[in-house]
């Protein structure tokens, strides 16, 4: 099935530049103004998807939610309208990295200049959003972008509640990103502020120690690990995580909503204290200049690579009844139920020893039930050994079939050997860490 517009095509008053990607529920394109030359992006929701359910609703939602929110750390709707039937959003067009992209490209924890930086401008956006009484729902760290100018944009409100937002969700559904879910979510809880505020706990996390604090196999460990709400303290994955940051995240993730900040306003007002922790928040330079490298590289490497502007990330977010989820937690999750996908078939050869590939790697091919694993460490790079062999450096991406078998070693003087084996899935990225000798 071919892509839903041209280049060239006309859009509103947009004219299609070229595809960035496509995601769960549409596709996204760059377009200019036919007038002023401002560049935007385009999200159109694909005749396909318009024949699930919810879906049509779920975007005009989108639409109606975004419209009326005006603030520098939003990324700002133009625009919408219908092009051959189907509804577009027009957005402002967000050049630079993703957070997640950031921490793969720089290999370790942000430093915490910048996490100090974003953090406080994303509780600036939420905070606003909150106060306009709309609930995100889908904070994570590839949801915010961080631009060329240094900007923080927060992105994709594909799932976003507000207050005139139609019930699009069906009752004792669970909806969101499964590793940035609270406890009160999973077990089919109404969404409020307290799980965004959970989320930003998660976010906070990820960025200091490079991992997020909930990881697991299956869906079923990890909504267990979730709903007992107990976690690696991040000073022990990263030792200079400062305690005023550590007291932050532990409260924003308390098993209790009642025990988090009451509103992201109260959020704010402890990220704001942060700053004081270091000399000079903002951007970093090196993690931006890995960051660009990395993306330039993919980009190359692959042309429908995932929409790096707008939605597009139902890929990553689950619509998983209450029922599902009770049936994991009394009866354990299958180890082949790789997380955030269905069921998998292992295979009892190890990928390593029939051809599995490094993603940048064309001979990967396009075949529709691969997908790549990014294995990261927590703190600097490693080498990737495949037996004897050296194949790479973290962060070291994986490509194979779903279901096949993986059996790397990560390797650094002065560390001990740290075997990497898991079975290729839905999962996007595994985090390791390495002990010294």
């Known amino acids: 099935m071919g892509q839903a517009l041209d280049t060239n095509q ?22 200019a103004h036919s007038k002023i030359g401002r560049v935007a992006a385009v999200k159109v929701l694909t005749a396909q998807a318009a024949q699930g359910s919810g879906f049509v609703e779920r975007f005009l939602n989108e639409g109606r939610i975004q419209a ?32 997640s992209e950031r921490i793969a490209a720089y290999g370790a924890p942000l430093p915490l200049s910048e996490t100090v930086y ?87 996390y990820e960025m200091v120690t490079g991992r997020v604090p909930f990881e697991a196999d299956t869906v079923g460990d990890l909504c267990d690990r979730i709903g007992r709400a107990h976690y690696t303290p991040p000073a022990q994955l990263n030792p200079d995580v400062p305690r005023e940051v550590a007291a932050v995240i532990a409260r924003c993730l308390k098993k209790s909503p009642q025990e988090r900040y009451h509103t992201a306003g109260e959020l704010l007002a402890d990220a704001r204290r942060l700053s004081a922790v270091v000399s000079r928040p903002g951007v970093s330079r090196s993690v931006s200049d890995a960051a660009s490298e990395q993306v330039t590289a993919k980009s190359r490497s692959s042309s429908s690579a995932l ?43 190890p990928s390593t020893a029939r051809g599995l590939t490094s993603a940048a790697n064309p001979a990967a091919g396009h075949d529709p039930s691969e997908r790549t694993v990014e294995i990261r460490i927590s703190d600097g790079k490693a080498d990737v050994y495949a037996g004897a062999e050296k194949v790479g450096t973290t962060p070291y991406p994986v490509r194979g079939r779903v279901g096949e ?11 001990a050997d740290e075997p990497v084996e898991f079975v290729i899935s839905e999962k996007k990225a595994l985090m390791y860490t390495l002990t010294k000798r």
């Open 307 to 349: 929409p790096l502007i707008v939605g597009g990330a139902a890929a990553l977010v689950v619509f998983i009844t209450v029922a599902s989820i009770a049936a994991f937690f009394l009866f354990g999750g299958s180890g082949e139920d790789a997380l955030g996908g269905g069921a998998s078939v292992t295979s009892d050869t």
């Open 68 to 99: 009326n929110l005006k603030h520098p750390n939003v990324a700002t709707l133009y625009d919408f309208c219908e092009v051959q039937g189907q509804p577009c959003i027009i957005m402002e067009y967000v050049d630079g990295q993703t957070i």
């Open 405 to 415: 078998k993986v059996q790397l070693t990560l390797r650094r003087d002065g560390y």
């Open 10 to 31: 006309t859009v509103g008053e947009y004219r299609v530049v070229d595809f960035l990607g496509a995601g769960g529920m549409g596709e996204v394109y760059r377009a």
């Open 118 to 204: 974003v953090f406080e401008k994303v509780c600036e956006a939420i905070d606003y959003v909150h106060r306009h009484g709309v609930i995100h729902r889908d904070i994570k760290s590839n949801n915010i972008k961080i631009s060329s100018e240094s900007e923080v944009k927060l992105l994709d409100f594909g799932i976003a509640k507000g207050q005139d937002s139609q019930q699009i969700t069906q009752v004792g559904s669970v909806i969101g990103t499964l590793q940035y879910l609270a406890p009160e979510l999973i077990r089919g809880g109404a969404a409020d502020a307290s799980g965004d505020i959970w989320a930003l706990g998660i976010l906070l």
